[in-house]
């Protein structure tokens, strides 16, 4: 997405948001055009009836005509101002209240969609997080802009039109007066248009380190350990400096913007003045009536105020928001991770042959020519230092990632042609990083197939595996303070998430070392469990504690992004090695943890 950014402009970007407009809310969309094009008619209407009210007063001072002749002119007036106000309130409400909400959900709902079929490792690049930043801006901005062109087309283009037409027939050179006002002001908001796209791909990374700070300061996750820690006035001034920076690009674009607004003001008078001297000639000499000249000079100031209104406000408002909507639209332009679809046999097992990968924005590869095999009914342990590529590797294994080179088949499936919903199928996991979600135990449990009704017997079932105590919660307990609900400690919360993914229906299933939370005792007892779960499927067991290892058919040793040895706890213990090594060094730390412990004191 950002490494090759396409060009959009105006004209591209109107045509292609409009479409999506209407998609999320027709109904909406065309009801706000409608009331537009009403309140467009009902201004011209307003400048016709003010002009007949004066023309029949002017005709009953000179005596031509009686109080009568006055009253169905000023009635027509009323009606029309009546009806302007009525429709300006409901078109204000209905764009602001119905469709603005409404829309932002739909298209909140359609860039989750569109993430959910972009390549996941895109989220390991920098400039896409960026990016994915400012189209997540531009959910607001997109209804907004749309909101202006649909403003400028029915309201604003039904109005000039009409009026239009209505002052050529008075004067043509009026018409020429308006646009030799309404050109320069154009001109300074094309220029308006580069200041804010560049200010919007400048501000994207600051705004996503201050977001970032604001949450280490006060977000749930952080305030204990910043708060313990004295954190807060490191956090504080690194959120503090990072918002001084931004709005100090944001003031010189202002600045820069408001000397373009004075030029456009003064043309904008230069441009009135000459319009009402005109029309001032044109009634001295007899082309118009005194109520022609009373309605255009009114209508003037109105006609002007809406130039500016159009010009410094929905065009200012749209050259701002031009830099939110191209990253949306970009957003949506990015390929989308497909493939055929097809059915994953785990009799054939999974697969890993010659595969290599590197993470965008990283010339160093993470996984170096690695094969491996995992036949069904396996199960095989992958252990290495921090860095290794033990995780990244596992990406590749599960199918989330796809190879730089090489091949990886999952049930007799290659992750680089079948699509992901089959690669997925059937495959499990509980990682490292574990979910928190604030949901129900229910819930947080059955998550993988809420399609179906959850059986509480099988959820049960699955929670006495992973070896999670129920003692007083229910399944419909909310695990979330913010919602009224309870809290739970690390352990439970990991061993929810292994009944998370021992709930899914698997042929393969992954444990990437979901157990740092829990003491070695009983990740002992959760892998030997897990041994059990693990008859007859593909399984890969990621630990950092070797003797959970040896639980397993096979131990893979990894060691900078390289299979560096294979084989069974005897088997690598039988000669020097990284296996040999590790087991070592571990051995001298639970020795060194034992001596540690003091003697039981005699009674």
């Known amino acids: 997405m950002s490494a090759e950014k396409k060009k959009y402009n105006l004209v591209t970007v109107i045509l292609r948001i409009i479409p999506i407009q209407f998609k999320s809310a027709p109904w909406n969309c065309l009801i706000e055009n409608t009331l537009g094009i009403m309140n467009g008619l009902s201004f011209t209407l307003a400048v016709?009836?003010?002009?007949?009210?004066?023309?029949?007063?002017?005709?009953?001072?000179?005596?031509?005509?009686?109080?009568?002749?006055?009253?169905i002119p000023l009635l027509l007036l009323a009606a029309v101002t009546f009806g302007q106000q009525i429709i300006n309130g409901v078109q204000n409400f209905h764009g602001i209240g119905i469709l603005l909400p409404k829309s932002s959900g739909r298209l909140t709902a359609l860039i989750h969609k569109k993430l959910r079929r972009i390549d996941p490792v895109y989220?390991?690049?920098?400039?896409?997080?960026?990016?994915?930043?400012?189209?997540?801006?531009?959910?607001?901005?997109?209804?907004?802009?749309?909101?202006?062109?649909?403003?400028?087309?029915?309201?604003?283009?039904?109005?000039?039109?009409s009026i239009g037409v209505y002052l050529f027939r008075l004067k043509p050179m009026l018409i020429i007066t308006l646009l030799l006002a309404f050109i320069p002001a154009l001109s300074a908001q094309a220029v308006n248009v580069r200041v804010f796209t560049r200010l919007e791909e400048q501000s994207a990374p600051l705004r996503r380190e201050y977001e970032y700070y604001q949450k280490a300061i006060c977000d749930r996750e952080y305030f204990k350990e910043t708060r313990i820690l004295g954190a807060f006035s490191f956090f504080y001034h690194l959120f503090e400096d990072t918002m001084?920076?931004?709005?100090?690009?944001?003031?010189?674009?202002e600045r820069k913007t408001a000397l373009l607004q004075l030029l456009l003001d003064f043309t904008a008078f230069v441009g009135m003045a000459l319009s009402a001297y005109m029309l001032f000639r044109a009634t001295m000499s007899g082309e118009i009536t005194v109520g022609m000249f009373a309605a255009v000079f009114a209508a003037l100031g109105q006609i002007f105020a809406i130039m500016q209104e159009i010009v410094t406000?929905?065009?200012?408002?749209?050259?701002?928001?031009?830099?939110?909507?191209?990253n949306f639209i970009r957003l949506l332009d990015m390929p989308e991770r497909t493939g055929t679809e097809g059915e994953t046999d785990f009799a054939r097992g999974v697969a890993a042959k010659d595969i290599s990968f590197t993470y965008p924005g990283r010339d160093k590869p993470a996984i170096k020519n690695v094969s491996l095999e995992i036949a069904e009914g396996e199960t095989i342990a992958i252990v290495g230092e921090n860095g290794a590529g033990k995780s990244?590797?596992?990406?590749?294994?599960?199918?989330?990632?796809?190879?730089?080179?090489?091949?990886?088949?999952?049930?007799?499936?290659?992750?680089?042609?079948?699509?992901?919903?089959?690669?997925?199928?059937?495959?499990?996991?509980?990682?490292?990083?574990?979910?928190?979600?604030?949901?129900?135990?229910?819930?947080?449990?059955?998550?993988?197939?809420?399609?179906?009704?959850?059986?509480?017997?099988?959820?049960h079932s699955v929670l006495s595996e992973a070896d999670f105590e129920m003692g007083d919660i229910k399944l419909d307990d909310m695990l979330s303070p913010e919602f009224g609900g309870i809290d739970l400690s690390g352990g439970q919360w990991q061993r929810i998430a292994i009944a998370r993914g021992l709930y899914?229906?698997?042929?393969?299933?992954?444990?990437?070392?979901?157990?740092?939370?829990?003491?070695?005792?009983?990740?002992?007892?959760?892998?030997?469990?897990f041994e059990q779960l693990a008859k007859g499927k593909c399984a890969v067991v990621v630990t950092h504690r070797l003797g959970s290892a040896k639980l397993a058919h096979r131990i893979v040793v990894m060691d900078g992004g390289e299979i560096v040895d294979i084989g069974t706890h005897e088997e690598l213990m039988s000669h020097p090695g990284k296996y040999a090594t590790m087991w070592e060094k571990q051995a001298q730390w639970y020795e060194r943890a034992e001596d540690c412990v003091p003697a039981q004191l005699p009674v």
């Open 392 to 459: 990244t590797l596992v990406r590749l294994l599960t199918g989330i990632y796809r190879p730089s080179e090489g091949k990886v088949f999952i049930g007799g499936l290659d992750t680089a042609v079948a699509s992901p919903a089959s690669v997925y199928k059937g495959v499990s996991g509980v990682f490292q990083k574990y979910q928190r979600y604030k949901m129900t135990l229910k819930e947080n449990v059955a998550i993988s197939d809420v399609s179906a009704e959850a059986g509480a017997e099988k959820i």
């Open 504 to 529: 899914r229906v698997n042929g393969f299933i992954v444990l990437d070392e979901p157990t740092s939370a829990i003491d070695p005792i009983e990740e002992t007892k959760i892998y030997k469990q």
């Open 48 to 71: 016709v009836a003010t002009q007949r009210l004066f023309d029949v007063i002017s005709k009953a001072a000179a005596g031509k005509a009686g109080f009568l002749d006055c009253v």
């Open 123 to 161: 989220f390991e690049d920098t400039d896409f997080l960026d990016d994915l930043n400012k189209a997540r801006e531009g959910i607001r901005a997109i209804t907004m802009f749309c909101m202006i062109v649909f403003v400028c087309v029915s309201f604003y283009g039904v109005y000039f039109l």
């Open 244 to 253: 001084k920076l931004l709005t100090e690009k944001v003031w010189k674009a």
């Open 313 to 326: 406000q929905h065009i200012g408002n749209m050259n701002r928001d031009m830099g939110k909507v191209v």
